[in-house]
């Protein structure tokens, strides 16, 4: 991904993802029991965003610290979660040397197109034998919305197909290769889908679109902002608006992997 669309992505509005977009973490319960963390360990909370599942894992009695590219998420975890300990840190540079028994992550690496880095980079802070234990979007994530984004931008003359890639979605063997050449014994890994109910009813998929889809807005551009919205919001509704809302067609990719 291009430099500068890393850096839009890292600008969040943390009041609309706590508002809007709880059901990030509220998931997210089901990774921290796959973690299953126990008092005593240290454990990294890799994109820790506004630290409600950090706070669910030290809840254990873990040693936990939180951590986020984005100022604005640890701003907001540091606020609601003084006693624990968060810091901004870029996934593919963390300076941790041996210094975790379990590395945790929720949806965010999919926002990372340098897995290896990142795969690097957990090797790194984990002590021997520590656990990799992470769940994000993997092959056909959101395949419906992205094509719907895709699409409503070519209409709209504004992208070419394919042009405006921001996340990263591996499959099964691609990810399990890249965690294998880079060290890990990967344990678990499995692909399933997770239909996701969006909040607010007719207005959920606008939120969604506005919290994560930077790249696709700044590419219709302002005056085509509301058009593409309009657009995407037609070409989704007979697949993904049910009973008075709408359900992102997420696909989630989980793995257990030990250095
Ligand atoms: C996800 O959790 O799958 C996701 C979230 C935001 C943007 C893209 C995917």
Request: net charge neutral.
């Amino acid at each position: 991904m291009k430099e500068t669309v890393r850096e839009a992505s890292a600008e969040w509005d943390a009041k609309l993802y706590d508002a809007k977009h709880d059901f990030v973490w509220k998931y997210g319960s089901n990774v921290v029991s796959l973690l299953d963390p126990r008092a005593g360990e240290r454990i990294l909370d890799l994109g820790c965003g506004t630290g409600h599942l950090t706070s669910q894992i030290a809840e254990s009695g873990a040693h936990v610290t939180g951590v986020d590219r984005s100022a604005e998420m640890v701003a907001a975890a540091r606020l609601a979660y003084p006693n624990l300990k968060f810091e901004i840190s870029d996934a593919t540079k963390l300076t941790y040397r041996e210094e975790f028994d379990a590395v945790f992550s929720n949806a965010t690496l999919h926002w990372i197109h340098e897995p290896e880095l990142v795969l690097q980079s957990v090797w790194k802070a984990l002590r021997a034998g520590g656990r990799f234990v992470a769940e994000f979007g993997g092959k056909k994530n959101i395949r419906a919305m992205q094509d719907a984004f895709d699409r409503a931008l070519v209409e709209l003359g504004a992208a070419k197909p394919g042009e405006v890639q921001p996340w990263y979605y591996p499959s099964v063997s691609e990810y399990s290769t890249l965690a294998e050449k880079n060290g890990f014994e990967v344990r678990l890994i499995t692909l399933f889908d997770r239909p996701t109910g969006l909040a607010d009813g007719a207005a959920g998929m606008r939120n969604w679109i506005v919290m994560f889809g930077a790249d696709y807005l700044a590419k219709a551009g302002e005056a085509r902002r509301e058009e593409f919205l309009r657009k995407v919001d037609e070409m989704l509704r007979p697949k993904l608006f049910r009973d008075g809302q709408w359900w992102a067609d997420y696909r989630r990719l989980r793995l257990v992997a030990y250095k």
